[in-house]
């Protein structure tokens, strides 16, 4: 923690509060502003369409009578119960997004992780887990922490950091958990969504993982510029945040090409409020590559992925993640298949996206050092202006794509997948991605020896990629051939999902699952590789 | 007070009406005796003959001077030397500057865009582009003009207004840097294109068709590179299209009409004595539109015209034989 700015947890959240209130109040005054009533009403509405779908529960009940009384109360309220409303309003949002967090379990949680996973892999029960900790530590064989470790440590100790990894599974954030502990920095505070505490074995890390709660459901723009006023204060306390820059996990197995800025902007306002109030305190974000050799709800990630993009059939099944015998399959698969998952910390950046030295110092796209406060000065003062820092945001964003291309780690279930998908793509020659999955879908056998050629040519083009700092390999993809990179990408493929993705017959491999073989190809989709045009639909517009 | 580096022609005219607008301008120029004969004699004769340089501009050759200190810095260098200028400036910019470039075209070999280069070569995050139907010539002798700047950022744009809007220069605001900086560039290629039909007398019909269709590939090419389609129906687009189609006065116009009387380029080139930014620009249009996938016959016919000896007459001819598809693309009614 940062000095000068040792803010408790019950600081933070009445200041989340008293910020919040103060900018609806002066927001609804000024010429032209709606009113207090209007802001209200607008919570309600809201509010009230997400219960009509909400599960009869306690919460849901209580919500209820909540916005029963504001409602009956509402229509007689002199201003000054307005303003009493508004403050509960948001005091009750503050209370639910910080709820859960408690930092004793909090330091006991991240003591128990490693223990936890590690008992996993070996093939513990999860209800024997919570009870036991016993256990020696596999995880550490499986996790592979790599790149500029030592650089985050020395921003952590300058000031605040955003870890900003991407995002491929619920188990990102367990993983990241772990590697700080092992890297031996104070925990991180997490955004996690309530979807992720219907898992009982997820449910008790979330609860105490540092995780705060985001409900997802809550359509009102009042939760949602609270949740990131939250994540400013804390920032500004001097809490480390973690942040999944691309919203959701990848559903496609893509690497995220666009930044969500909602959250992101955080950290500039965090930089800007402390300057304002007169602090050296500073922001840094440190981008991060999570690249699994499996990923585990690879399967009803991808199915949900084609059933948004295309006019297809599919059905989406119940997210793996959320059973957690899934969670335990996953984990001994990685074990027993001796895979490595690799956790690569990339260099850090200011709010602004500069990227900035061991001191903490900014420097500019030549390497010459700059004083990132004067992106904030206008006439000589430090000054708030919404459209200019939502650029630099998005300039931030960019930057942490760009890191994360270059960071990802690429491993031969990807190289395999991709080789593979490009030989099937010359031959079945369809004309759009859904016709071709569904030609793979039919018996349609490759000879092996067309596969490692392929998997030959993409190899040569991933090491001349990764001299040009284009990209990362993983062990299994340097002094390697084709035929090795066939065998140890079948391996993966074909142990952990529930039907093999790919399968050999004699000389020849099939494949059985063409929606997974597209999901572990398309991590190396964008980079140009074997002349491929892209397959994978392109993102959403900005 | 405001900096505008480059003093060429449009350069000079830009110094010279924000000075007129009442503000503190220094013009940077490398040349040492450029550099004094604006101080001395209020002229510049190489770039705008008979222009007298409004009192407000100084012009110094130190990079350093003529920036620090600036609230906007109006960058009009010829691509050739705009990174190498860029780099110099970068040594002593600001983060809280803002870049304001009135460059059309795109960089050799690389095809980077000039915000582009800026953002590669310096702290400049406040960027804006200045383009539009603007003879340098015109403006210098005070007639009336409309331009874009088009920047993310609504300070840079209220800065180039503040700068340059008059009763005689109408600013148009625009947020699509991409967009322009394209048009700007690559409607230089159909310019050339233009001039040759203008040489070769083939009528109005024909030379009508060339320039639509020519705006039609660039619109398509920069459409697909991230491009707002109304952008090249703007000031930028058609607007400067017009202007450089109809004037002979254009330097593009010019190359394609003397390539139309069989004249080599190198001669060309020389003769004409100033950059001619199409003739760039058309590499970077054929390269562009193989990179994204984008048939462009007319943008690489001036290509082939260029710099692989086709005649003018059998480019032209090519062009006529090609089967015409749609003429733009459907409309999805928002109703």
């Known amino acids: ?542 | 007070m405001i900096a505008v580096l480059g003093a060429g022609n449009w350069g000079t005219t830009l110094a010279d009406l924000i000075a007129s607008n009442g503000h503190a301008v220094r013009l940077w120029t490398r040349a040492p005796a450029q550099r004094d004969e604006v101080n001395a004699r209020r002229t510049n004769e190489a770039a705008v003959p008979g222009l007298r340089i409004a009192e407000g501009v100084s012009a110094t050759s130190d990079l350093g001077e003529a920036v620090r200190g600036a609230e906007l810095v109006v960058m009009v260098i010829p691509s050739r030397g705009f990174r190498e200028v860029s780099s110099a400036l970068g040594e002593v910019l600001a983060p809280e500057q803002a870049v304001l470039h009135a460059t059309k075209g795109l960089e050799r070999e690389s095809n980077a865009r000039m915000s582009e280069v800026l953002l590669a070569e310096t702290c400049a995050r406040q960027i804006g582009v200045l383009s539009g139907p603007n003879l340098a010539a015109e403006i210098a002798r005070r007639k009336p003009a409309g331009t874009v700047v088009a920047s993310r950022f609504p300070h840079v744009i209220e800065l180039a207004r503040r700068a340059l809007s008059c009763p005689r220069m109408m600013v148009f605001a625009g947020d699509d840097v991409l967009g322009v900086e394209l048009a700007g560039a690559l409607k230089n290629v159909v310019a050339i294109a233009a001039g040759a039909a203008t040489e070769m007398d083939i009528g109005e019909n024909a030379k009508a068709l060339l320039v639509t269709r020519g705006l039609a590939e660039v619109t398509r090419l920069a459409v697909t590179m991230g491009a707002n389609p109304l952008t090249l129906a703007g000031l930028a687009g058609i607007g400067d299209l017009m202007v450089t189609c109809a004037s002979p006065r254009s330097r593009n116009h010019r190359v394609g009409a003397a390539l139309a009387r069989g004249e080599r380029l190198p001669d060309i080139l020389a003769g004409l004595g100033m950059v001619a930014e199409g003739v760039y620009a058309a590499v970077a249009a054929r390269d562009l539109a193989r990179a994204h996938r984008v048939e462009a016959p007319l943008l690489d016919g001036v290509y082939r015209v260029l710099y692989e000896g086709t005649g003018c007459e059998q480019a032209l001819r090519e062009l006529m034989t090609l089967p015409a598809g749609r003429d733009v693309a459907r409309f999805q009614s928002a109703s």
């Open chain 1, 1 to 542: 923690m940062q000095p000068g700015t040792g803010w408790d947890e019950a600081h933070i959240a009445s200041e989340v509060v008293a910020r919040k209130v103060e900018r609806i109040l002066r927001d609804a005054s000024v010429d032209g502003g709606r009113g207090l009533g209007a802001v209200i009403n607008e919570t309600l509405y809201h509010e009230r369409v997400r219960l009509q779908g909400a599960p009869d529960d306690e919460r849901t009940r209580a919500d209820g009578a909540f916005h029963a009384r504001v409602r009956r109360d509402l229509p007689h309220a002199t201003p000054a119960r307005q303003r009493a409303l508004v403050r509960e309003i948001v005091a009750r949002y503050v209370g639910e997004i910080t709820g859960h967090f408690d930092p004793r379990v909090y330091r006991f949680a991240t003591r128990v992780l490693p223990y936890a996973l590690s008992g996993l892999m070996q093939g513990f029960s999860p209800s024997a887990l919570l009870g036991e900790l016993r256990g020696a530590s596999h995880l550490d064989e499986h996790l592979l922490l790599e790149g500029e470790v030592e650089g985050l440590q020395g921003v952590a100790a300058l000031g605040t950091v955003i870890l900003a990894p991407t995002h491929s599974s619920n188990l990102d954030s367990l993983l990241i958990g772990y590697a700080i502990y092992r890297m031996k920095l104070p925990p991180l505070l997490y955004g996690a969504g309530l979807n992720l505490f219907s898992n009982p074995l997820t449910s008790f890390f979330m609860h105490n993982l540092g995780a705060y709660t985001v409900d997802r459901r809550k359509a009102d723009p009042l939760y949602r510029e609270t949740l990131k006023e939250y994540a400013t204060v804390a920032l500004e306390g001097g809490r480390h945040n973690l942040f999944f820059p691309g919203g959701t996990r990848s559903r496609s197995g893509e690497i995220e090409s666009r930044a969500k800025l909602g959250l992101l902007g955080a950290g500039l306002a965090a930089y800007r409020h402390s300057l304002l109030r007169g602090s050296a305190a500073r922001v840094f974000v440190v981008p991060c590559t999570i690249s699994y050799p499996l990923v585990l709800e690879a399967a009803s990630l991808v199915r949900s992925f084609l059933q948004e993009t295309g006019r297809s059939a599919y059905v989406v099944v119940e997210d793996e993640s959320s059973r957690a015998q899934r969670w335990v399959d996953f984990l001994r698969g990685i074990a027993a298949l001796d895979l490595r998952v690799h956790v690569r910390i990339g260099r850090a950046l200011d709010p602004f996206g500069d990227e900035v030295d061991a001191q903490g110092g900014s420097l500019d796209p030549r390497g010459r050092p700059i004083d990132p406060r004067r992106y904030l000065l206008r006439d000589g003062a430090v000054t708030e202006d919404p459209a200019r820092d939502a650029e630099y945001t998005r300039a931030l964003g960019r930057r942490l794509v760009e890191s994360w291309r270059r960071d990802s780690v690429a491993l031969p279930t990807s190289a395999l997948a991709f080789a593979l998908m490009d030989v099937l793509r010359r031959d079945l020659a369809q004309p759009d991605l859904y016709r071709l999955l569904r030609a793979i879908g039919a018996d349609t056998p490759v000879d092996t020896a067309r596969v490692e050629a392929a998997v030959d040519r993409l190899l040569a083009e991933l090491q001349a990629l990764e001299r040009a700092g284009g990209i990362q390999l993983g062990d299994g993809l340097r002094a390697t051939d084709g035929r090795d990179v066939v065998d140890r990408g079948l391996r993966g493929l074909g142990a952990y999902h529930a039907t093999p993705v790919v399968e050999r017959r004699g000389a020849q491999l099939v494949v059985l699952d063409a929606d997974l073989l597209f999901f572990y190809r398309n991590r190396l989709e964008g980079y140009g590789l074997l002349g491929a045009p892209r397959l994978c639909p392109a993102a959403g517009p900005r």
